[in-house]
């Protein structure tokens, strides 16, 4: 069986930064794409972030130039470098991670979720 377990949401203040973690367990064959979901209340969950199992990253607008994105394949996990954040980051955020469990089956994973809330 496999898990994803996030960590380092939190409050902080408007500016201010934090650091997600994501970490992939379980019978684990490969690790392919993986990206972080938000979800702000009364709306849908969104995907801003992606990182491919080369290290290719694309972003959505509104986080560009302020989060980063990055993985380590050995690990089987991934992170997320968050500055200048603002009180719309406010969210819940979900790790997701399209892993493989052998060589002929990928399933799509989601870790639990983390809430940030930006806020003074």
């Known amino acids: 069986q496999v898990q994803l377990v996030e960590s380092g949401g939190g409050l902080v203040q408007p500016g201010g930064s934090l650091r997600l973690s994501c970490a992939a367990s379980?019978?684990?064959?490969?690790?392919?794409?993986m990206g972080w979901y938000r979800q702000a209340p009364g709306k849908q969950r969104e995907l801003f972030a992606g990182?491919?199992?080369?290290?290719?990253?694309n972003y959505a607008d509104y986080v560009k130039g302020r989060f980063t994105i990055s993985r380590d394949n050995a690990k089987n996990t991934m992170s997320l470098q968050m500055n200048s954040l603002a009180p719309e980051d406010t969210a819940v955020y979900y790790c997701?991670?399209?892993?493989?469990?052998?060589?002929?089956?990928?399933?799509?994973?989601w870790g639990q979720g983390t809430q940030v809330t930006v806020s003074s």
């Open positions: 990182i491919t199992s080369g290290g290719r990253t």
């Open positions: 997701n991670a399209h892993i493989a469990i052998t060589i002929a089956t990928i399933n799509n994973y």
């Open positions: 379980g019978s684990i064959f490969s690790v392919y794409t």
